[in-house]
């Protein structure tokens, strides 16, 4: 959903390229891995995005659950999903 992406984009810059960098790439010396590529540490589909951005992963991101809602959580996550190539 284009509409969705777009609300991601905004939640994305807001939330997530400080770390993750405007264009995706990541901050490795932060722990904040390339999110533009087709490589996922832990699964690139849309639910498995949800639950990391939801709860976090071995306490390098934090958990984005109690700062953003769940409809924000699933637009950043359809947003980082077709950085990566996602389909």
Do not use: F, K
């Not at 405007?22 to 590529?37: F, I, S």
Request: glycine share 12%; hydrophobic share 30%; charged share 20%.
């Amino acid at each position: 959903d284009p509409d969705q992406v777009a609300a991601g984009g905004e939640v994305y810059l807001n939330e997530c390229s400080s770390c993750h960098m405007e264009d995706g790439t990541g901050e490795r010396e932060l722990g904040a891995p390339n999110l533009a590529d087709a490589v996922w540490l832990y699964g690139g589909d849309y639910d498995t995005l949800v639950q990391t951005i939801t709860y976090s992963r071995y306490g390098v991101m934090p958990p984005w659950q109690p700062r953003l809602t769940e409809a924000e959580i699933r637009a950043v996550s359809a947003y980082v999903h077709q950085l990566g190539g996602g389909e």
